[in-house]
């Protein structure tokens, strides 16, 4: 082989060499792009497919926390309070006398758990109601509360007498003859409109069943007597 062949061999060679040194450069820029790392708000950095999207970032909120607690509609759960309902003895009540003072705690925590069905007080309610008149109250607090409905006002004891009196009995009882006035109550809609008949009978008799539990004065039930108007 004369030099001439070899210096043509040589010069192929180079030129081989450097077009594969070009096409080994063309793909490394191409692979970078696709490949190369991102960084995290760390500074370290995290494979690109790891990388939420905007829509994958913002987290779903908790089913849990979605939901808003209804009001509370029911006594479950109260523990009755001290100095809510009367604490006389059975023997320092009589019959034939007024009986205001055991039956003021329960016109009045009935009235404002009516005033606030939302929000009522249901530790002062079980300290004032058991029994039926407790299922009473929490009836109307459930039909206020579905229909949007507010009491404004609270009735008025006109009179109050003890009708019989059980002293001996387990616990001991009494029955109280009420007249309560409705005239400054009104029954609101969710609008505030009034639901209340002006024109029915304002002043309303009823019996209360009262049993004195946990030194107390609960009243347990109520009866309405066929007596429109007292």
């Known amino acids: 082989m004369n030099r001439r062949t070899v210096g043509v061999l040589v010069a192929v060679l180079v030129l081989a060499a450097a077009a594969l040194l070009w096409l080994q450069s063309m793909s490394a820029e191409d692979s970078g792009v696709a490949d190369s790392p991102v960084t995290a708000g760390n500074g370290q950095t995290a494979d690109a497919d790891a990388v939420p999207t905007t829509t994958d970032a913002a987290a779903a909120p ?3 926390d979605a939901e808003t607690e209804g009001p509370r509609v029911n006594a479950e759960g109260a523990t009755p309070i001290k100095n809510v309902a009367s604490e006389v003895t ?3 009540v009589a019959e ?3 009986a205001g003072e055991l039956v003021d705690p329960v016109v009045r925590v009935r009235s404002d758990a009516l005033v606030t069905p939302d929000s009522v007080d249901w530790d002062e309610v079980v300290s004032v109601a058991g029994g039926g008149l407790l299922s009473d109250i929490e009836a109307s607090v459930l039909e206020y509360t579905e229909n949007g409905w507010t009491q404004e006002g609270t009735p008025e004891l006109v009179s109050s007498t003890v009708l019989e009196l059980d002293q001996q009995a387990d616990p001991p009882t009494a029955l109280v003859e009420v007249c309560l006035d409705h005239s400054a109550v009104r029954v609101l809609d969710a609008n505030g409109q009034s639901l209340t008949d002006e ?3 304002q002043r309303v008799p009823s019996v209360l069943s009262l049993a ?4 107390r004065w609960i009243a347990v039930g ?3 007597t066929d007596e429109s108007t007292c």
């Not at 004195?212 to 030194?215: A, I, K």
């Open 62 to 64: 908790d089913e849990e």
């Open 212 to 215: 004195f539990q946990d030194d």
């Open 96 to 98: 034939d006398a007024d």
């Open 222 to 224: 109520q009866a309405f």
């Open 90 to 92: 059975p023997q320092q």
């Open 199 to 201: 024109s029915a009978a």
